[in-house]
């Protein structure tokens, strides 16, 4: 169970994210929507640990990660897919997997130690290259990659961290239509394995509709709307308001 407790961040005299509390179940996937500078991303900050909060605490499973960093928060299983892709640009691609599983391992860069895993840390990579469908480009360095794969190599490191709980940050974002059905069956698959709590920044409503179990609407800052999508989406002042997606294309 992720939880946030009136989680509150203020840049000067500008509340970005306010005095937020919200309970994420595991084998859920909720999505958290609103418009631009509505506080989504900088609420993704405060739970992954790359912002400290002025106010409140971050809890998983009932431990208080509030103070503690990214990297240990990652180790204590918040994984966290970013809007801009997060790689190791000139390492090849299976590397870039294999240096993820050697992390979540705690394998040191002792000569011997990593000898002696390397087959194992290999095959396990590539066996995650094959679910996000790169195998047969992980010798291609990161930095070559179209966009779309891209993406898909950053949720191949993010699957091979084996994270409770996944945060992904619009994860179709400038990718084009043929690329966008392998990250949402991704991230479908990853749901539907029922034993992690999913969180999903997106502004394509078709995407929202079709994977969440529940929508978190904040704007200004605060939360103003969370429940069942259908219900959610159909509420004029989130539509209007919040949304800026007209009636008819709701309906539509």
């Known amino acids: 169970m992720l939880e946030t407790k009136n989680l509150t961040i203020r840049f000067g005299g500008h509340v970005a994210v306010d005095h937020v509390s919200c309970a994420f179940a595991p084998g859920s996937l909720t999505a958290i929507v609103g418009p631009n500078g509505a506080g989504k991303t900088t609420y993704f900050n405060l739970i992954s640990g790359q912002l400290r909060a002025t106010e409140g605490q971050v809890l998983l499973d009932g431990e208080d990660l509030t103070a503690l960093s990214a990297p240990l928060r990652t180790r204590r299983g918040l ?14 691609v299976l590397e870039n997997v294999r240096l993820a599983v050697q ?19 290999i095959d396990e990579a590539m066996a995650i290259l094959a679910q996000v469908r790169l195998a047969e480009k992980s010798s291609a360095i ?4 179209p966009h779309g794969d891209q993406r898909k190599l950053e949720v191949a490191m993010l699957i091979a961290l084996q994270p409770k709980v996944y945060m992904f940050d619009e994860p179709t974002a400038g990718m ?24 999903l920044v997106e502004h ?11 929508i978190i609407v904040l704007h200004n800052g605060q939360l103003v709307a969370d429940g069942d999508p259908a219900e959610v989406i159909a509420s004029p002042v989130v539509q209007n308001a919040y949304l800026g997606v007209a009636p008819e294309e709701v309906a539509a």
């Open 79 to 92: 994984g966290r897919a970013f809007q801009l892709t997060q790689l190791f640009p000139h390492l090849p």
């Open 103 to 121: 992390a979540r391992r705690g394998i040191g860069l002792k000569m011997l130690s990593v000898w002696l895993h390397h087959r194992d840390l």
């Open 142 to 145: 990161a930095a070559a990659l």
């Open 176 to 199: 084009s239509v043929d690329e966008v059905p392998v990250i949402l069956d991704l991230i479908r698959e990853l749901k539907a394995q029922g034993q992690h709590t999913i969180l």
């Open 204 to 214: 394509k409503m078709d995407v929202v509709r079709e994977l969440a179990d529940r």
